[in-house]
């Protein structure tokens, strides 16, 4: 899946280029995305007593994004066995077509006691879902 973000003027520093932070939480905008598109939601998943998150985040800078520029984030999740999900992220300049930066996220599953949890027990259709959207 493709998310497309235009880079806010707030979202730049003092060398007219984005933050480093933003480019995290980007990768959260595009992964609540792509989760709901295939029907793995967290809205979902919270209404049913599960949170997801993050236990890791890497993150590798290879270009600088600027003010005005959209940013094409291709996502995929490449890993999912029952309690640990690790998304990808790769983000590109739309205009040039340039890999500014490559990174990925990695979460556990939670109850509403912040016990982990294995999905399949308590949604098996998500899952199912997610170990379907694996791509290595």
Known sequence: MEY??????YETDKMAVVHHSNYIRWMEEARVAYL?????GFAGLEARG?????????????RP???DDRVRIDVKVTEFRGVRLR?????YN????????????????????GSLIALKKLC????????AAVIR
């Not at 599960?50 to 290879?62: A, K, M, Q």
């Open 4 to 9: 497309i973000h235009r880079v806010h003027y």
């Open 36 to 40: 709901d598109q295939i029907g793995a």
């Open 50 to 62: 599960v949170i997801s998150p993050v236990i890791g985040v890497e993150c590798r800078y290879l």
């Open 65 to 67: 994004c600027r003010f």
């Open 87 to 91: 998304v990808a992220y790769e983000m």
């Open 94 to 113: 739309e205009t040039s077509g340039e890999l500014c930066c490559t990174g990925s996220s990695e979460h556990c599953f939670l109850d509403a006691s």
């Open 124 to 131: 098996p259709d998500i899952d199912a879902i997610l170990r």
